[in-house]
């Protein structure tokens, strides 16, 4: 009907003369029957919250192949059962680095405001530049992913009042000013970057309205040489490049010069986090990082205090490999010595308390006869978290299937901070370390 008279309102707003027009307004009746049968060909994995829009999302990101589509949403319901994903948005707030990136990544995602373009739907101000590319050397690779994944479950949540109300959501809209980005961003935060577009692509697909990338300095060609490959041609051709003048007259359509901020030339008092350098960043939130100088077949010790069930987290950054290991008080071996490469550093290893009592954790260099190692280290003890969806999971490693389907998401990495899923088949599964 909405076809038909050439209106797309949403919330009774109508932005089609800016932005994409809803997919949803436009469904025939083939798409539909094919959302239907999507629906039924992965009943095992639908809940009540999937609305057709949503399904309707990975078939548009297949281009309607049936049996792809049917692919993209059974892995990404199964990562999001093993992962804990419907969890997320609480279980993170648990993670030590919750308050530090929430203070100190530029973006306007938070659980206590978000911002909303006229027809009601939710926009995203980010300032990637301020972040310090050396946030990769102190931060695992697998937290940072988690913090991407935890603020888009906030926006989906976003969405799915919009859908509510209207059946379907157009999507968000991102805003990211680049402004202050550098080649290092590109050098140090490329594997960042591209496990997160990866995955993004597999498990959120076509949850984005409209991309502006405002000040898009001249290395931003060579960042999208590393995002092309997991981007399809859809969301590619979402993408606006400009100064914020070149986007005013848009903005000021879409959102109103109320609801945006001064820096992009709107009215809106609103300061994001700022970034910056993360010594400084790490030190105002009264985050001490340890260093131990290690001789050559030598070790460092230090002891933690937990109780049975507890969580005991390790976080090591070096530039040479360096074993890892924990002893309970009576030499017991928890955890036995395992060699860390310094090519993944930092490293984040974790393992529950058998027992309450005082653990001793060993950074290892016993088996270099040549080579002593300067180690930097963090060390906390957390209850573990009480999940309500998806298989119990326990701390240390992460399974993938080795099945042929599994493969074919090539280039998307699930970074996990120390969990596992039990098997629950006969399925041959593989064990994979943990990618820090």
Not at 278 to 301: D, F, S, Y
Request: charged letters at 30%.
């Amino acid at each position: 009907e909405m076809s038909d008279k050439g209106k797309y309102p949403v919330n009774g707003v109508d932005l089609s003369a800016f932005l994409p027009v809803p997919t949803a307004c436009t469904f025939t009746d083939k798409e539909r029957n094919a959302i239907k049968e999507l629906r039924e060909k992965c009943a095992e994995w639908i809940k009540p919250s999937h609305s057709d829009y949503y399904l309707a999302r990975f078939l548009i990101a297949r281009k309607w192949d049936m049996s792809k589509s049917v692919e993209l949403f059974s892995n990404a319901m199964k990562w999001r059962q093993a992962e804990h994903v419907d969890d997320l948005v609480e279980s993170f707030k648990q993670d030590f680095w919750f308050d530090f990136l929430t203070s100190y990544w530029p973006t306007s995602i938070s659980e206590n405001k978000y911002h909303y373009t006229k027809d009601g739907c939710p926009i995203i101000y980010e300032r990637i530049g301020l972040v310090s590319p050396k946030i990769v050397d102190y931060i695992p690779l697998q937290t940072l992913f988690w913090h991407h994944v935890y603020n888009v479950e906030l926006m989906e949540r976003e969405n799915a009042k919009v859908i509510e109300a209207n059946g379907f959501s157009p999507g968000t809209i991102m805003t990211e000013d680049l402004d202050a980005l550098q080649m290092s961003h590109l050098t140090k935060m490329s594997n960042l970057i591209s496990t997160i577009s990866g995955s993004d692509e597999q498990r959120f697909p076509e949850s984005i309205r409209k991309i502006y990338i405002v000040n898009p300095p001249g290395v931003f060609a060579m960042a999208m040489t590393v995002l092309k490959p997991f981007l399809d041609e859809g969301t590619l051709k979402k993408f606006a490049n400009g100064s914020p003048k070149d986007f005013n007259k848009e903005w000021k359509e879409i959102v109103g010069e109320e609801n945006l901020p001064k820096y992009l030339g709107g009215t809106l008092e609103w300061d994001p986090p700022v970034g910056g350098d993360i010594k400084k960043a790490l030190a105002a939130k009264g985050i001490t990082i340890h260093k131990a100088t290690i001789a050559r077949r030598a070790e460092h010790t230090f002891e933690v205090t937990a109780k049975k069930g507890q969580n005991i987290f390790v976080q090591v950054m070096a530039k040479k490999d360096i074993g890892v290991g924990i002893k309970a008080a009576d030499k017991s071996v928890v955890l036995p010595v395992k060699k860390y490469d310094s090519e993944k550093s930092p490293h984040l290893i974790s393992v529950a308390a058998p027992e309450d009592g005082t653990y001793t954790i060993s950074l290892d260099n016993t088996d270099s006869p040549m080579m002593g190692r300067t180690v930097k280290y963090l060390s906390w003890v957390k209850d573990p978290f009480q999940y309500t969806s998806g298989d119990k999971v326990e701390e240390g490693v992460l399974e993938k299937s080795k099945s042929k389907k599994d493969k074919k998401d090539k280039g998307v990495k699930s970074p996990r901070s120390g969990s596992r899923k039990e098997e629950k088949d006969k399925k041959k599964k593989e064990k994979v370390d943990v990618v820090a």
